[in-house]
């Protein structure tokens, strides 16, 4: 073929994609409604595909994991539903996955035209309860449990199967979704050590720069964790810790008994509220006490899938958060102290920990080592 030919056919191609799978085109959240009231908290900057992809592929392969859903339909998805997270509801109430109201939804809600000019969507905290939800979503309804049926690493019949079940009315959603996923390669991050290789596959055929994504990553981060310690420290209702407040509750008093629950007292540290184990307890036996999933218990608490709990050992209810809201900065390691004891000991998720003080969760620590909280 003539070089004139390939351009004009690659214009061509270029020109069709654009127009199925543009994050305009992508679904209803997308653009925002004319005279909406309700309008983003601070200026949005615009995420690339790229970019969008690299900021959360983590927490959907965490998801799969955990779940079974394939981490490529859970971004796959994401992508669709929230126009790579540029979408009006995006952006507005963190649903980055058009979940609408539903009876049992308890939470913040935000209206917006979809099947109907009023339709009620749910509204989110964070992006990363956005992802959680969507994971219980398809976990805990009853029309996606032939989904789980399928492996991990099948996309397609779970795309297939997500139409079926009713996720979305687009007649051609199966195909549009599939078209996502094969268009950014993400089928990569269905594989054993996903991240890595979808990383390789951004430097090497796109021409991605991996270091300047993550520095990017690592800034965006920062900022979001100081918006969150300033919303914790001036925000008085907006979480479950607020509901205590008048009682002297803080994040610098540890082990704040607030409440006792079948036989087990609750504690409270930075904001999240947990239990001790007692002798002979499992994650399933404190699934049915406490109306959690083993496997959410697990993951709360940073432990394998086939962790079970020792008696003495912190058990959180719900998810740890990613920053210290307190007021100390610093730890002074303990003999025999790990980084995760640390983690349990303050509430702060495991992996923030890790990049913050930029080590690897069995990375042995010495007595006197000092670890950042924030």
């Known amino acids: 073929?003539?070089?004139?030919?390939?351009?004009?056919?690659?214009?061509?191609?270029?020109?069709?994609?654009?127009?199925?799978?543009?994050?305009?085109?992508?679904?209803?959240?997308?653009?925002?409604?004319?005279?909406?009231?309700?309008?983003?908290?601070?200026e949005w900057v615009k995420l690339t595909p790229e970019e969008y992809i690299f900021k959360w592929r983590d927490i959907a392969v965490e998801h799969m994991e955990i779940y079974g859903i394939p981490a490529s339909i859970t971004m796959g998805q994401a992508i669709l539903e929230s126009g790579y997270g540029n979408g009006y509801l995006a952006r507005v109430a963190n649903n980055h996955f058009c979940i609408k109201c539903k009876s049992s939804w308890t939470g913040a809600t935000i209206?917006?035209?979809?099947?109907?000019p009023n339709d009620c969507f749910r509204v989110y905290e964070s992006v990363e309860d956005s992802f959680r939800d969507h994971a219980d979503f398809l976990n805990t309804g009853s029309r996606?449990?032939?989904?789980?049926?399928?492996?991990?690493?099948?996309?397609?019949?779970?795309?297939?199967?997500?139409?079926?079940?009713?996720?979305?009315?687009?007649?051609?959603?199966?195909?549009?979704?599939?078209?996502?996923?094969?268009?950014?390669?993400?089928?990569?991050?269905?594989?054993?050590?996903g991240v890595e290789l979808y990383d390789e596959y951004l430097a090497s055929q796109n021409k991605i720069d991996i270091a300047a994504l993550q520095k990017q990553a690592a800034e965006q981060s920062k900022e979001e964790v100081a918006e969150s310690v300033a919303d914790a420290k001036s925000d008085v209702a907006t979480d479950i810790a607020t509901a205590y407040a008048y009682k002297?509750?803080?994040p610098n008093n540890f082990r704040v008994t607030?409440?006792?629950?079948?036989?087990?007292?609750?504690?409270?540290?930075?904001?999240?509220?947990?239990?001790v184990a007692k002798r002979g307890d499992t994650f399933e036996s404190l699934s049915k006490l406490f109306k959690i999933s083993a496997a959410n218990l697990r993951r709360f608490n940073d432990v394998a899938k086939d962790a079970q709990p020792a008696e003495g050992d912190i058990i959180y209810i719900e998810r740890k958060l990613a920053a210290w809201m307190g007021e100390e900065l610093l730890h002074s390691v303990k003999s025999g102290e790990t980084l995760y004891q640390i983690s349990q000991l303050y509430g702060i998720r495991l992996k923030s920990l890790q990049k913050v003080n930029r080590l690897r969760g069995n990375t042995p620590l010495t007595e006197g080592r000092t670890i950042r909280l924030q």
């Open 144 to 193: 996606y449990q032939f989904l789980f049926a399928y492996d991990a690493d099948d996309y397609k019949n779970w795309a297939k199967g997500l139409k079926k079940a009713g996720y979305a009315t687009a007649p051609d959603y199966a195909e549009r979704l599939i078209g996502v996923i094969e268009k950014y390669n993400l089928a990569l991050l269905d594989k054993k050590n």
């Open 258 to 275: 607030i409440n006792a629950h079948k036989g087990y007292n609750v504690y409270l540290t930075n904001r999240t509220h947990y239990i």
């Open 111 to 116: 209206t917006h035209a979809d099947d109907d």
């Open 248 to 250: 002297g509750i803080d």
């Open 1 to 42: 073929m003539t070089k004139p030919y390939n351009t004009l056919i690659l214009g061509v191609l270029t020109l069709v994609t654009m127009l199925v799978l543009s994050p305009a085109t992508l679904m209803a959240q997308v653009a925002e409604p004319e005279g909406a009231a309700e309008k983003p908290a601070k």
